[in-house]
């Protein structure tokens, strides 16, 4: 669907005029509101995303993509190594100056930056090599819509039930400000309804991790247990 077919069926629930423009605007502003709900209640994967980080020889403090909700884990591409994430107290336990170069091996993630309002890393020890590439994949959030999206089929930013699920949100939050609580409480639990129906479809997605004991043979001629507390019944 687009947004602007969003916004209308939202508006229609609301019993509200799809065509006026004051409406559509404020629909607009519930979409955004409702998107940072959704992306909060669950680590879906359909917003996990990478980016890369180019390093400067020196240079400590790095900011990360503007959709970035959370980090996930970070990898040393150039080296081929994983990077650890560690929080500030690990970190200043281990190099109280924070001066220490080399090849970077950890990550700490210090909040967001001032001036560009992204989050920032700091990169450990600092990189004394320029030029180098740090993957990093993070849980993003979508972006705000503006009316320049509003005729952009949403399919490439979120899955379709999850644009069902903003149509309830966008009649909820105008059903509230108009003062019809019961209908808010309705729409609302419409759209909780749809997040925890596809939390469980999400969490099915880890494939075949059904854990097996391994067959006696030649390979595993024994099969050992190791109980740490209680019993095996």
């Known amino acids: 669907m687009t947004l602007t077919k969003?916004?209308?069926?939202?508006?229609?629930?609301?019993?509200?005029?799809?065509?006026?423009?004051?409406?559509?605007?404020r629909a607009r502003d519930y979409f955004n509101e409702g998107t940072k709900d959704l992306a909060q209640r669950h680590d879906w994967r359909w917003l996990i995303k990478s980016s890369t980080i180019t390093t400067a020889d020196g240079t400590k403090a790095y900011s990360l993509a503007a959709d970035v909700l959370k980090p996930l884990m970070f990898v040393h591409t150039t080296d081929d190594v994983t990077m650890s994430m560690v929080d500030i107290q690990e970190m200043i336990q281990a190099d109280p100056d924070n001066d220490e170069e080399g090849a970077s091996r950890f990550v700490v993630v210090n909040g967001i930056n001032s001036s560009t309002g992204y989050?920032?890393?700091?990169?450990?020890?600092?990189?004394?090599?320029?030029?180098?590439?740090?993957?990093?994949?993070?849980?993003?959030?979508?972006?705000?819509?503006?009316?320049s999206n509003d005729s952009t089929d949403l399919a490439a930013t979120m899955p379709?039930?999850?644009?069902?699920?903003?149509?309830?949100?966008?009649?909820?939050?105008?059903?509230?400000?108009?003062?019809?609580?019961?209908?808010?409480?309705?729409?609302?639990?419409?759209?909780?309804?749809?997040?925890?129906?596809?939390?469980?479809?999400?969490?099915?997605?880890?494939?075949?991790?059904?854990?097996?004991?391994?067959?006696?043979?030649?390979?595993?001629?024994?099969?050992?247990?190791?109980?740490?507390?209680?019993t095996l019944g």
């Not at 989050?119 to 009316?147: C, G, N, Q, R």
């Not at 909780?192 to 129906?197: C, T």
């Not at 030649?218 to 740490?228: A, C, D, E, G, L």
């Open 119 to 147: 989050w920032e890393v700091d990169l450990h020890p600092i990189p004394d090599t320029s030029s180098e590439t740090i993957t990093y994949h993070y849980f993003a959030f979508v972006p705000d819509k503006t009316s």
């Open 6 to 25: 969003v916004m209308q069926l939202g508006l229609a629930r609301a019993g509200l005029n799809t065509a006026n423009s004051i409406f559509l605007d």
């Open 160 to 230: 379709l039930w999850s644009q069902w699920a903003m149509v309830h949100f966008i009649a909820a939050r105008y059903k509230g400000e108009k003062g019809d609580e019961q209908g808010e409480t309705n729409d609302f639990n419409s759209y909780l309804f749809a997040v925890e129906s596809n939390i469980k479809t999400d969490e099915s997605q880890d494939g075949n991790e059904h854990y097996r004991f391994p067959r006696r043979g030649s390979t595993y001629p024994m099969v050992n247990f190791v109980v740490q507390t209680g």
